[in-house]
């Protein structure tokens, strides 16, 4: 159900599993990730933070807890994780557009753009307004900002 984007069921089936090997670094960041489609960010946060746990070094848990960090309103934590992933030249990207929505959050509207119009292309620009639009979801940015800060960076496209 994972796959298929059932994401309700998939939590469900991730927490069972949980119960059963709670050590497992694939059922953690799955049932996580699954929480997070789900808009659980604060019940997929202490999920993320035992995978960082048992893999200290995996980008893509660093990445995940950054963004869920980011979400709850915990700037200052996903800063920490965001420049880890930034000295790593895999996750260079990854973290100059968490950087580039950090400085949204914090209004810093002309930076953000300059941050990330050079990232942003026709691959990654569903990704960048699926990021806005969580955080509007979570009232962290206001809808008015989010289009025309999009309406923006299209135009550059």
């Not at 848990?61 to 979400?71: D, F, G, H, R, S």
């Not at 950090?102 to 292309?121: A, P």
């Amino acid at each position: 159900c994972y796959t298929s984007g059932r994401m309700e069921e998939a939590a469900k089936y991730y927490h069972e599993l949980l119960e059963i090997n709670p050590e497992s670094l694939k059922y953690l960041i799955n049932s996580a990730q699954s929480l997070m489609q789900c808009g659980q960010y604060e019940e997929a946060m202490p999920l993320l933070y035992k995978a960082s746990f048992l893999a200290e070094e995996s980008p893509l848990v660093k990445l995940q807890l950054a963004w869920c960090l980011m979400v709850c309103g915990q700037k200052e934590d996903a800063m920490k994780f965001i420049l880890e992933l930034k000295a790593e030249e895999t996750t260079q990207e990854e973290a100059n557009m968490l950087i580039g929505l950090m400085l949204l959050l914090d209004g810093r509207v002309k930076e953000s753009y300059q941050q990330l119009q050079t990232l942003i292309n026709e691959n990654n620009r569903n990704e960048l307004q699926q990021r806005l639009d969580t955080l509007c979801r979570h009232q962290l940015l206001k809808r008015t900002t989010l289009t025309l800060f999009m309406d923006a960076l299209v135009l550059h496209i």
